[in-house]
């Protein structure tokens, strides 16, 4: 149980880490930040902008992640699972 | 034959952050120099530097466009953002008519040293980032602009060492004149930071005079010791006249002057002759005689050898005229890439309220020197044509005459 509840909390503090990402150095309004919002079309994140998002994603988290990688990643809650799963090895 | 004017004027510089600071600046001779000690620390000779607080474009312009622009860019778009305001011409209007950009620059050294020191940390150039290439290349202010202000006509940037903002005026002068563009934002911009001249310092041109920093740039004076180097950016509209005239553009005045040569000898060494046959041709193009020239802005440096034979070259054209002349580096420090496009601005600026701005701290004048009317204090007087001077490295010359709009 107390090793579920860290997990949620390591889970919690990444979707915050990589939310604040996108708010103040993506630019994204903060109301379009959803988990069902489209990577694309929603949040308008193109091929230049995951450059910035892979920075950011090795310098907080330590991962290196390409492109490649993410071929379904469509939405923010994919988004989020990519990385938990990566981080969790 | 087609006749070009000037409908706006934008410029960030190390004596103003837009016209009217610029103007009180050359007003009162107030110079834009000072010591920067880090260049120092990092060994420079000289920490002598032009004066510049980088713009905080947050908030104010889009991430996308913001991440692309080195200093030099930022300093670009916020002198275009002046030039197109005063020239009356929004986003709408560049969407719906053809026009280009022609901008002066000549390094990107600190995009580029700092993306090359994230590449040596990181072993990976997936980690420099998305902004980096497009800082980085040379026409990095063309390039970006012409995306900013959704530009459809020409778009590239202009090399052409310390003439880089004149010939950018000039060429877009050209354009025009031959029916090729209606409209074109033309310019110059300059990275001020040491990445960028730490290699020209160690030329030994810059000017050591680091107790008087204000005192350093002193163009044609015989104490001078060197440059200044310096930077900004500057813009300026230029419009096929009747196509102004017809949307009712304000018209500040007429490019009717382009010279330009090579002088074809040392690489960094100015001669007489490569400047003399520019000043010629500019005289040419504009149909006009020396004694017509009512003020001439040189582009003298402040080094021993460039002020020495643009002085006797202007003598040459100019023998006995006693026409006014001030090297507006006496105040901004060599401005380089950006220095020929600032100083058809500053000269503007003294145009449009009939002064002549200061050489500053000319006190005592040299063999060759002694010869030119060299204005070292404000003086007032109507001017209705002016003609400015830059040279470069590798003996590029530009000269550009403008008349007072006298339509």
């Known amino acids: 149980m107390m090793l579920l509840n860290v997990r949620e909390m390591q889970r919690e503090k990444m979707i915050k880490t ?58 923010l809650q994919d988004f989020y699972d990519f990385i938990y799963h990566r981080i969790r090895g | 034959m087609r006749r070009v004017v000037i409908t706006g004027m934008g ?13 009180d600046s050359l007003y009162h001779g107030r110079s834009g120099i000072g010591l920067d000690p880090e260049r120092k620390n990092m060994g420079f000779r000289s920490g002598l530097t032009g004066r510049i607080e980088r713009p905080d474009l947050k908030g104010k312009l889009h991430r996308r466009f ?3 622009l080195g200093e030099e860019g930022e300093y670009a778009y916020i002198a275009t953002i002046e030039a197109l305001a005063n020239a009356r011409i929004d986003i709408n209007f560049l969407e719906k008519n053809e026009t280009g950009i022609l901008y002066g620059n000549d390094s990107t050294a600190r995009s ?18 998305s902004g980096s ?7 990095t202010i063309s390039m970006n602009l012409s995306v900013i202000f959704k530009l459809k006509g020409i778009n590239f940037t202009v090399s052409g060492a310390c003439a880089s903002g004149s010939h950018a005026i000039g060429l877009g002068y050209f354009f025009i004149k031959h029916g090729l563009q209606n409209s074109i934002i033309c310019g110059g911009g300059q990275e001020i930071s040491l990445h960028s001249m730490g290699s020209f310092d160690g030329l030994s041109a810059f000017s050591i005079r680091e107790n008087e920093p204000t005192k350093a740039s002193r163009p044609f004076d015989k104490e001078r010791d060197g440059l200044v180097p310096s930077g900004g950016a500057a813009t300026v509209i230029l419009v096929e006249y009747e196509s102004a005239r017809r949307r009712g553009a304000p018209i500040i005045a007429e490019v009717i002057g382009y010279g330009f040569s090579s002088n074809g000898e040392h690489i960094s060494q100015p001669n007489i002759e490569g400047p003399s046959r520019s000043l010629e041709m500019a005289l040419r193009d504009s149909g006009l005689k020396a004694r017509e020239i009512d003020y001439i802005n ?31 580096k006496s105040m901004t420090g060599h401005e380089m890439w950006m220095g020929g496009a600032s100083e058809v601005i500053y000269s503007t600026l003294m145009m449009q309220d009939s002064f002549v701005a200061p050489n500053i701290n000319f006190e005592t004048p040299d063999e060759a020197s002694a010869k030119l009317n060299i204005i070292n204090e404000t003086i007032q007087k109507k001017i209705n044509i002016f003609l400015s001077n830059s040279f470069g490295f590798g003996g590029t010359n530009s000269t550009i005459i403008v008349r007072k709009n006298c339509f």
Request: aromatic share 6%; hydrophobic share 40%; proline share 2%.
């Open chain 2, 112 to 129: 580029v040293v700092n993306s090359f020191d994230m590449l040596r940390e990181k072993k990976d150039t997936t980690l420099i980032g």
């Open chain 1, 18 to 75: 990589i939310n604040d990402f996108l708010i103040d150095e993506i630019e994204i309004e903060k109301n379009r930040i959803k988990p069902t919002a489209l990577l694309k079309k929603d949040l308008g994140i193109d091929s230049l902008d995951f450059v910035d998002v892979a920075v950011v994603i090795e310098k907080n988290f330590g991962l290196k992640i390409k492109g490649e990688e993410m071929t379904n990643v469509k939405t």
């Open chain 2, 298 to 328: 040189a582009h003298a440096t402040s080094t021993p050898i460039g002020d020495l034979n643009e002085a006797i070259a202007i003598d040459r054209i100019f023998n006995g005229l006693k026409t006014p002349v001030s090297s507006t």
């Open chain 2, 66 to 68: 913001r991440v692309g």
């Open chain 2, 133 to 139: 290439i497009f800082q980085s290349m040379n026409s």
């Open chain 2, 11 to 23: 410029i960030y510089s190390t004596i103003g952050k837009n016209l009217s600071e610029v103007r």
